[in-house]
Every structure is written in C-alpha cells, then in structure tokens.
C-alpha cells in the first residue's frame, strides 16, 4: 500500500490531480447537497457546458482560457438562476438551450482554431495531465473559500433551501445567499472540469448529496456523508484509473454510481429488516 | 396602538387589482381569521401582511409606521409545498430555521434560541420527537413541526395560511386546538387564513371575510348571514 502510494506521488501531474481533485470534490458534495434539494441539478449541468464553451473560445481567441471561464461561467450562473426563480416552467427548457448553444458555440470554436484534435477530448472528457500549477493554487484558495463561506452561512443555506418563501418572509437575504450558492458552484465546475471534463461535471455535484439522502436522516449528517462520500469516489475513481488505466473522469463517475446502488441496497435492507422485526413482534 | 392598520388597502399581482378597498386593524392579542373562496385574494392579502409586496393604493401601517423594512416579526405558517415533503431534516433542524433572522453574526445560533426551539416543540406537543426525520412524519405531525417553526419566528403575530388544508379530523382538531391554545394562554396574536368559516367561528375574536373586495369585518357574532351564500 505504502508503496503504491510512494508510486503515485512520484508524478507531480498525480500530486496536483489529487490536490485539485480533493477541493474539488469537497466543495462539489457541499454545494450538491442545496442545489439538489432546490431541484436545481440542471442548473450545475447548464454551467458546465457553458465553461466548455468559454474554454474553447477563450483557447481559439488565444486568451488565458481559465479566468474567462470563471468570468463568462459566474455571469451565467447568475443568469441561469433568475430564469430558475422567474420562469418555473419554462427553466429546464431554457437551461437545455442555454448548455447545448454553449456546446456548439464552443466545438464550433474549436473547430476553426485547430481542427478537430485532442484538446476538445481534454475539455469535454477532462484531462489530469492539462492541470497546471497555477490550477493547483486556484483550486487550493477557491477550495477555501467556498468551504469557509459555507460554514459561515450553513444555517442561513438550510433555512433558503428548506423553505425560500418562508426564509424571505422572516427577513433572510435570499437573493445573497442564493447568488453565493451559485457563485460557488460555477467555480467549482470551472476548476473541477478540468479533471473530469465539462460532460461529467454535474454527476461530482449530484451524486454525493443523492446518495446521502438515501440514507441521512438530518441536514447536517446528509452534509457530513456527501462530503465523505464525495472525497472517497474521487479518491478511489483517481487511483483505479491510475492502476488500470481507465479515464479519470468517468471512472470517478462509475465508483459514485456504485456507491449509490451500494447505499440503495443499503436502504432496502434496513426496510426489509424493519418490516420482518415487526411482524415478528405482532 | 394597533398591531396593523388597512387603510384603503389594494393590492396587485402582475399588474392586476386582485383585492381592493381594505380596511381593518389588528390589535395584540386578538385572533383574525379571514375567510374566502378560492381565488378571492387570501394568499395576495397575506403577501401584503408579511410586506412581501407593497400596497398598490392606500397604505398598510405596522406598528404605527408605514412598514418599509421586510422583517417585521411574523410568525409564518406557508401552504405546504411539495419540494419540502421528501426533505432529509431533523425536527430540530427545521424548528431552529425559523430562528434564522436571530442568528449570531449570521451564523451561529445562541443558547438562549436553541432552548427557545425546544419550548416551541413542547408548545405544538412534539419535543419527545425533536431528533425525529422530518419527511417521515405524518401529515399533522409535519403541520406541527412548522407550527413550531413560526413560533420561533414570531415576535409580533403568528400567521397561519390554510394551517389544515390536507389534515384528517382528528389531526385537524388538534391543529385548531393547538391555535387556540396559543392566543388564549399564550396571548399570541392570531391571523389565520381558512376556507372554512364554520371551523374559524369559534375561537376567532374577529372575522375578515374577501371577495375581491372587503365583505365584511367584524366580531363573529355580528357576522351577516349573506357570508354562507
């Protein structure tokens, strides 16, 4: 084991992967957990395809792509959440449209500055090896952040997420906590699509908070086991796909879904085991 | 001085007039109970009371100002909505948010409100399931819960959107007697919004009763019979 972990350290790509990819998942599992209760998981799949976008223009105009990413993906993100609170109906069509033109503005992009090559495999699919330093330290101190702002307004995010009408009713500043929400998060898909790409983004967001709903009974514990859940797929998905040579990405995806099924099954059990115990009682 | 004062009191949504010509005062310790069909402008009225929206004529004057801040101490009991049924959250949790505007810094919560969370669950009868999951209680349990919930929030009044809409008898029952109980022993300030005029009758000190316009105001034995029809 310790070997194996000597191994790994040895490439700095593998040490800045983990780096990025720790803060990455910590902030995604904090931030899943309200936007997922809110019904707004689209809301996180819009902006990463809107950041894949930004990349591909950004690299085809020749700017540096990262911070016209977090530029165009926080102007979004802003968007994206008054046509949420606005439209309820017509939202998840418009988020639909909004991630698909992002798309193809951005392979169309990608097209006529260097043809069809590697790079656009690196955005929509991510890739370890594009992190540079500069990622790692934008990871490290956007991580922080978020983390901090998250603790400081952990009961003013319960009581926005819980009950909007309610937390605006008795004076809490919705608009500020919900604009922090969605701040953080297009940061966090902007850093985290770099490791598994634009396309698998959401599922870093959405599958720590799913999976600890099945069986978290408060909102602190759902918050406590998305972020163990979280930094354990990432963990697991990064080194399978270093032994086995698998993409990073979506194997980080597959082990989430397997501890999903595993909590699930979890659940059914203790169902089971309830209902047998209480006919056994009667 | 009264609590809040309609004067000549419209409001609008999306542009439209939906209730006009209001004029009705609440005092401390009474109980209102305003009563409607559907549609009739309750829940724009109740918008207009938590300062939610503005009054597009006359004014509406809490505490003896015209209310400009938002946060005026309601206690607030919402039509349940169906986001909150499957929500992973402790009773506990769920009392405390209504606590949210006293927050510490905007962070923590003190001692002094998380004792003041238990004393709401013991008000609604339900402290012996504080660590209880919200989304498995039943219906009346879940109304209580956020009962509670606006207690926590109320300083000034407590009101109460179709606080039995969706409850069985018995719990309905228990719902109205829990409501009673607060503004006689408590002497906490009531308005409750219900489609069902015969339940209100009882322990309401004042009726409010709305079709688009103002119909009638008044103690509920002055009440005309034309509110049946």
Request: aromatic fraction near 8%; charged fraction near 15%.
């Amino acid at each position: 084991m310790t070997i194996c972990f000597q191994e790994i350290f040895q490439y700095t790509f593998m040490q800045r992967a983990i780096i990025v990819g720790l803060f990455v998942s910590l902030c995604s599992a904090l931030l899943g957990v309200p936007l997922v209760l809110k019904q707004y998981s689209m809301i996180g799949d819009g902006l990463s395809h809107v950041g894949f976008g930004a990349l591909a223009v950004a690299t085809a105009l020749n700017l540096t792509p990262l911070p016209v990413a977090i530029v165009v993906v926080t102007v979004s993100a802003f968007i994206l959440l008054r046509i949420s609170e606005k439209a309820k109906v017509k939202a998840d069509s418009l988020i639909a449209l909004i991630s698909t033109v992002s798309l193809a503005i951005g392979v169309v992009a990608v097209s006529m500055s260097s043809g069809m090559n590697m790079d656009i495999n690196n955005y929509l699919f991510g890739s370890i090896l594009a992190l540079d330093k500069t990622d790692v330290y934008l990871a490290v101190v956007l991580g922080i952040v978020v983390i901090f702002t998250f603790f400081f307004l952990y009961h003013q995010v319960f009581s926005v997420t819980f009950d909007e009408s309610f937390a605006k009713a008795t004076g809490a500043n919705v608009t500020v906590v919900n604009l922090i929400i969605s701040i953080a998060t297009a940061l966090t898909i902007v850093i985290g699509m770099r490791i598994v790409g634009t396309l698998l983004m959401t599922s870093m967001i959405i599958f720590p908070a799913l999976t600890s709903m099945r069986l978290c009974k408060s909102f602190k514990n759902v918050i406590i086991c998305s972020s163990i859940v979280s930094l354990c797929g990432f963990l697991s998905g990064i080194l399978i796909s270093f032994f086995f040579d698998t993409p990073t990405g979506a194997s980080i995806v597959l082990v989430n879904l397997a501890i999903f099924i595993s909590f699930y099954l979890i659940k059914a059990v203790m169902i089971r085991i309830r209902l047998v115990k209480y006919k056994e009682n009667k | 001085m009264s609590l809040v004062k309609c004067v000549d009191a419209a409001f609008a949504y999306e542009g439209k007039i939906i209730i006009s010509d209001l004029n009705f005062e609440i005092e401390r310790g009474e109980y209102l109970c305003i009563v409607g069909d559907n549609g009739s402008g309750k829940t724009t009225l109740m918008k207009g009371l938590l300062g939610l929206i503005k009054p597009v004529q006359g004014e509406v004057i809490f505490e003896g100002v015209k209310a400009k801040n938002k946060n005026r101490g309601i206690g607030y009991l919402p039509q349940q909505s169906d986001a909150q049924k499957d929500f992973p959250a402790s009773v506990y949790e769920v009392v405390l948010s209504g606590a949210v505007n006293d927050l510490k810094f905007g962070m923590f919560y003190d001692n002094a409100t998380r004792k003041r969370a238990e004393e709401a669950l013991n008000k609604v009868k339900m402290l012996n399931l504080k660590n209880a999951c919200y989304r498995e209680l039943s219906g009346g349990q879940k109304q209580r819960v956020l009962l509670a919930r606006a207690i926590m929030a109320s300083k000034t009044m407590l009101l109460l959107d179709e606080p039995v809409s969706g409850l069985d008898v018995l719990s309905t029952r228990e719902m109205y007697r829990l409501i009673e109980d607060l503004n006689k022993n408590e002497k906490m300030t009531i308005v409750m919004i219900s489609h069902d005029v015969k339940a209100a009758l009882p322990s309401a000190t004042h009726i409010l009763h709305i079709k688009d316009k103002q119909a009638f105001y008044g103690k509920p034995d002055s009440i005309s019979r034309n509110i049946w029809n």
